[in-house]
Each structure stands twice: as C-alpha cells, then as structure tokens.
C-alpha cells in the first residue's frame, strides 16, 4: 500500500526516471486492491481475494527495503526522522480522514452499542495497534458476524505500522554489525548485502516456521500479527537485496517468469476461499507469486506481465490503491445500514465502486497535496508533527462522538423483578407430585412472560444494563472451565458443598456453561457438589466436529469428549445435565437436529448411563434473531421489535425429535420453551431482567432466576427410576 516517492508530481515523474519507477508495481497494486474489493462485496470468483493483502505486504518489504538499504549504503546509516516522516505525510492523513468519516457515520447509522465499538475500534486502529485490539477481542476475520467492524480492515495497516517502526531499526543495528566488524578486523567497508541477506533470510525463516505453528492452533492470530506476517515483507527485501541477480535474467526467463507469478496470484483468488486455513502453507501461494512478478520486474518491467501490469487503466487504479482500500470496506459496512437492508450483489459491486470514487477525491484532495507540500517535505519535522496531528485527531473525534452519544439506559417505567417459588417435594413421591412441582414453577416464569410479552419501553431499572451485559460474556468462561477452542483437558471446576457424595455434572458447550448460575444456586441450596465440564462449540455426542475458527476437524473436542466420559465412569456422579447449542450448521461438519445428530443422541445418553447417573438433557433456548444489547439500543421505546415471534425463534419439530431420541436412549429431556415464550413471542426481556447477553447465550441474571425451575428439573431426574 506504501509509495516510496515524495517529491512534487513534477519532480516526480523525473525521479521515477532516474530512479527506475516500476508501472508494474502500481499495476500490481492495481490487482491487489481490486481483488480484495471484489472480495468484500462476495463476488462470486474471488473466494481468495483477501490475499490482495498479502501482495501488499511483499510489494511494501521489497520497496521500503530498497529504500532503507540505498540509504544506509550511500550514508552508512538511516535518518529516521526524514524516513518515518516520509511515511506519516503518506499514510497518516488518508487513515484519519476515512477514519474520522467512518466514526460519525457508524455514530449515525449504527446501533448504539455498537457504535461504541466501532469507534473503540477506530481509536485502536488510529494508533496502529488494531490487528492487536482484534486478536484481544477473538475477532475471526472469516467468522465476522452481520456485526463487523467497518475498521476490520485496518488490522494491515497496523502490520504495515509496526513493520515501518521494526525495519529501519533492523537496518540500522545491521549496518552498525558491519562498520564494526570492519573497524575490528580492519577491513575496507564495502557495500556487501550479505549480512543483510542473512538477516532477513533468518526473519523469513523463523517469521514462517511461527506462521505454520500458530496458523494450525490459533489462526486468527496467525491472521492478524506481526510476527507470523513478517516472511512475507521479508521476501519483499529479500527480492530487494538480490535485485541485481533477477536483473540479470534472459529477458524470455523473465517473461516466464512474472507470467507465472501473475498466474499464481489470480489461481490464489480464485482457488482461496474463507474454509481454507490461512495464513500457514496457503499463504504461500499469493507471496510467491508476487515474488517472481517483482523479481522478474527487475529485468524487464515493461515487458512480459510488467508490459500488462503497466497499462494506464492499472495504473490509474493502482495509484488510488491505498485510499480505495480505506474506503471500500466502511462503505460496504454502513451503507447497509443506511438503507435499512441488507445489499445484493449488483448493489454490493455498485457500493464498491463508488468507493473507488471517493478514493479518487480522497487523492486528490488529501494526499498529492499533503505529500506533495515542499513545507512538508523539505522537514521531517513538521511531516512528523503532521502524522502525530492526525492521529491526535481521530482520537479526540472519537471519544468526542462517544461523549456525545446518548447513553443506552432504558427511560420506560420501572419493572418488577421476577421472582420464581420454590416448589420442593418431599422424597418417596410418586412421580406425579414432582411433575407438579415442575408445572408450578414454570407456571409463575410463564405469567411474568405473558405480562412481558408486549412490553414496549425498556425499564429503566432493567438487570442487566445493556452496556453490562456484553461484560457478562467473560463470565461464561468461567476462570477457564469452560475450554475454548484449542485448550486441552478439562480442569477440575468443583462447587456447591465440594465435601457432598452427590455430585451432578454439567456438561456440554457454551450452552451448558450458561446455566452454571442456576445450578450453583440449585448445589448451594441441596447441599450437591456441582462440577462444570464445558467446551466451546462443542456438542457433546460423538460427531465429527469441523472448527471453521480452526479451519480444520476439531479434533480438541474428540478428545476432550472422550476425557469427560472416563471422568465420569471414575466419579460416578448421580446426575448429569447436559446443555448444548442447537446453532451448529452444516459450516461445523453437520446441522443440529439433522439425522447424524438425532442419531448419535441415543448413543451418547446410553454411554453416560452407564457410569450409573441419571440423564436430564436440557432442550435449547430460543433464538433471538439479533445481538439482543445492540438491538435494544436501537429500540429502547419498542422492545416488541427485538422480541422475535415464537414460530420464529423455535423448531418444534427439532425439539420434539430431541425428545424422543433422549428417552430412547433413557433420558430425561427439558422442553424450556415455555420459560421463554409465549404462544406468539419471545420477549428479550422479562420483568425488569434482560433475558439475553448476545445472539445466543442468557444473562446471568436470568439464568439465577430460573434456579427453581431448573431445580425441579433436576429433582424429577433424579427420582425417576
């Protein structure tokens, strides 16, 4: 995405001369942020086309290599001030235009909730650590819900950030190495690349080797950082230093060459898609093809693929790259939100398009002129105090907007809080008194539901606030009892009475994790020794799981599955709960409620009868169609418009299926739409208490006033024989 000339146009033109200006390189350039563009908007046939990205890597290693390296061997040193402001009168006033555009209009057009994100969001990128703040927020950027961040995109900008702050640094301890060892061995300095070459062979090396190994436990990561990047700008100035050896090849070789390596980065866009693990041996691909493109450049740049690359049309789009790439993906993000609805293709391809318009304005009102300025580049300085100004900016924008958002507090009437009896049974029953016990209490949660079910305003005593309950999610996790994703083993997660013999096992996902506070206050109540045994997104029947967050089988979930049942055969708990998303579609190996997942029900249920417990499968909780917090945020005098229908929110059918392969396999199965819905809707909030934290999990608010109800449950479960 860099450009290395800073001279006026006209000047530039000359200089682009002398110094060998390569059209590929902007045709190149061309590609890359099309390809990427094209991408965003799903446009069939460009599944890969997020490697556009990773031709910008490889094109800024070789250019700012060359660059730091010409310097350093003319100088014998680096002078970062003119370099680093070079950089900040390129880069920096673009990104704080586009980003201060994307903070208002998120403001404008998004929920409030999540404009607050988008702008922390913004905040992170302005200050180049985005692709870090996404790693802390276990951000996919192949997973991004219907939520994306319209900055999500910047994540490479703060690899190229962090790459510009590393570089000069590494050049500069190199050249000192080297005036050293001649001042020690009393040589003649000379302008050999060989230590160089050494360092940027060992970074490509060591940057690659790391790629491969967190790409296959924690692909985001490998997606997003620095170090597991760093191969391929190290490429790019490996390509740098060994210029003159490319430029020696045959012209013909040369041909060859930068044809096959166009050829393998438009096989990358097409064959790439999302499933595939990335970056690991697939990155591959797209950067060695950029590589011979570049290499065979240095031959013969205006021949060959250079001669395609080089044409004006390519060239023109390649030189309003940068800021088309800043721009494509806000647009694409907000524009939906604009209109109300989601965009079709035709709508999504016209959106980027219009993109590449205020690309051109953003050119040539914002950076040929900045760029350009002879106040700004003849001094360093000011160039410097220029970026340091427009970062500043976003900054103060940003948390300005913030301020001035209105906060999400419900303004209705204040709501009463649901209180649920206990209904508790004496032992020795039949069988009829605890089914009592359990109508009553999901008879009181079924008229607080029904007085809720219309509710309009948000209460302003509403539990849990909407900007606490995202929070809650962390508790999900339960200080690490809830496993996620590449985690192994399962910790021993004991409490209630951790001295009872009765101990009851809650085992399952997220889904399971979510009902812990009902049934710790169930433990704590019946003197019972709760143990949580949970795994994100991972079912507990032996199924063949597929982590598409993993890109490959989830073979963590086989075996912490097979762990937990030898737990429980030496444990022998009297119960076992087991709580599971009904979410998991054809993208995880299988849907739920399909055939292979009713199938393996029985089984799994007949297996963990066999350690001697009683079974109790809780059934799903609804779907809310939406991320409840932001959605109300938006409707805080409507909260009918969050609270989806019940035809909507629950399979029946699913459910009923559920039902009769659990007591087939002898286990007790929960329908728990009930403390949920009403014949017609699912209100999102009940009393005072806000039923949902996001899309798919409950509060922990409400999940402690469904204890009793719960507590029936597990009562009936363990007095059936």
């Keep these: ?73 003319s100088t014998g040193t680096v002078r970062l001030p003119g370099f680093y402001g070079a950089r900040a009168r390129r880069l920096l006033p673009a990104s704080a235009a586009v980003g201060i555009a994307t903070m208002i209009a998120s403001a404008l057009l998004l929920p409030p909730l999540q404009a607050r994100n988008v702008i922390a969001d913004g905040i992170t990128s302005a200050l180049y650590v985005g692709n870090y703040w996404f ?57 050999s690349q060989r230590p160089y070459l050494l360092v940027l062979t060992l970074i490509a090396l060591l940057s690659f080797a790391l790629s491969l190994v967190v790409s296959r436990w924690a692909p985001f990561v490998a997606f997003f950082s620095l ?68 290499g065979a450049g240095c031959a013969t740049s205006a021949g060959g693929a250079g001669r395609a690359l080089g044409l004006p049309l390519l060239r023109a789009i390649g030189r309003i790259s940068y800021s088309w790439y800043l721009w494509h993906w806000p647009m694409l993000v907000l524009v939906p939100a604009l209109l109300g609805h989601p965009l079709g293709l035709p709508a999504r391809f016209a959106t980027a398009l219009a993109s590449a318009g205020l690309a051109i304005l953003t050119l040539r009102f914002i950076e040929n002129p900045v760029r350009f300025a002879p106040k700004l580049r003849n001094s360093p300085g000011r160039s410097l105090a220029l970026g340091v100004a427009a970062t500043v900016a ?11 958002m209105p906060a999400s507090i419900g303004n209705g009437a204040p709501a009463t809080t649901l209180t649920v009896s206990e209904a508790r049974v004496a032992n020795g029953s ?90 710790l206050q169930i433990a704590n109540q019946r003197h019972w020794r709760l143990e949580v045994m949970a ?43 087991i709580g599971m998303s009904r979410r998991y579609g054809p993208e995880r190996g299988f849907p739920s409620y399909g055939p292979a997942w009713l199938d393996s029900l029985p089984t799994f249920i007949r297996q963990v009868r066999a350690t001697g417990a009683k079974i109790l499968v809780l059934g799903p909780i609804p779907d809310p169609q939406s991320v409840v917090p932001v959605c109300l945020s938006a409707h805080l005098d409507d909260a009918t418009a969050c609270s989806p229908t019940r035809s909507v929110a629950v399979n029946d059918v699913g459910i009923a299926a559920e039902l009769a392969a659990t007591e ?23 009393g005072n208490t806000l039923v949902y ?23 009936r479960a363990l007095a059936r024989s």
Aim: with cysteine; proline share 5%.
């Design 227 to 294: 170090p597991t990047r760093a191969w391929q700008l190290a490429l790019g100035g490996l390509v740098a230093l060994t210029s003159r050896h490319w430029a020696r090849m045959a012209p013909r070789i040369a041909a060859i060459t930068g044809w096959l390596g166009l050829a393998l980065i438009l096989v990358a866009f097409a064959s790439l898609s999302a499933a595939d693990l990335y970056p690991g041996t697939a990155a591959l691909l797209p950067t060695l093809g950029t590589v011979m493109v570049i």
């Design 693 to 715: 934290l996001d899309g798919n999990h409950l509060t922990l608010e409400y999940a402690r006033l469904l204890a009793p109800a719960i507590g029936a449950l597990a009562d």
């Design 1 to 73: 995405m860099d450009q290395v000339d800073s001279a006026s146009p006209a000047e530039g033109l000359q200089r682009r001369a002398q110094n060998g200006f390569r059209r590929d390189i902007e045709g190149l350039r061309a590609v890359a942020v099309v390809a990427v563009a094209l991408f965003h908007a799903e446009m069939p046939g460009i599944g890969g086309g997020f490697v556009g990205v990773d031709v910008f890597f490889i094109i800024s290693g070789f250019l700012i290599t060359g660059l730091l390296l010409r310097e350093a061997n």
């Design 664 to 686: 087939a396999g002898g286990g007790q199965y929960a329908d728990l739409t009930e403390l949920f819905c009403t014949n017609e809707r699912c209100p999102v909030i009940i």
């Design 535 to 577: 795994r994100t997104v991972c079912a507990p029947m032996d199924l063949p799981f597929f982590s598409p967050e993993l890109h490959r089988r989830f073979i963590e979930c086989d075996q912490w599955r097979t762990q937990i049942l030898a737990r429980l055969r030496a444990e022998k708990p009297r119960l076992v709960v």
């Design 430 to 519: 039949n069988r009829a008194a605890y089914d009592e016990a359990v109508q009553q209490t999901f008879a009181q949660v079924q008229g607080a539901i029904t007085a809720s079910a219309n509710l309009k305003a948000v209460p302003s005593n509403l539990n849990p606030a909407l900007a606490e309950a995202a929070a809650e999610g962390n508790a999900l996790l339960l200080n690490g009892c809830l496993r996620y994703l590449s985690q192994r083993g399962q910790p021993e997660c004991a409490s209630g009475d951790t001295a009872s013999t009765t101990t009851v096992a809650l085992f399952g996902d997220s889904h399971a994790a979510m009902w812990n506070p009902a049934l």
């Design 394 to 404: 976003v900054v103060v924008v940003g948390l300005t907007v913030v301020t001035a």
């Design 135 to 191: 790693i802390a927020q276990n951000v996919d950027y192949f997973t991004a819900s219907g939520l994306a961040s319209p900055f999500l995109h910047y994540w490479s900008l703060g690899v190229e950030e962090q790459f510009y702050l590393v570089w000069p640094a590494l050049i500069l301890a190199t050249a000192w190495l080297i005036r050293r060892g001649h001042r020690t061995t009393g040589t003649k300095a000379t302008n």
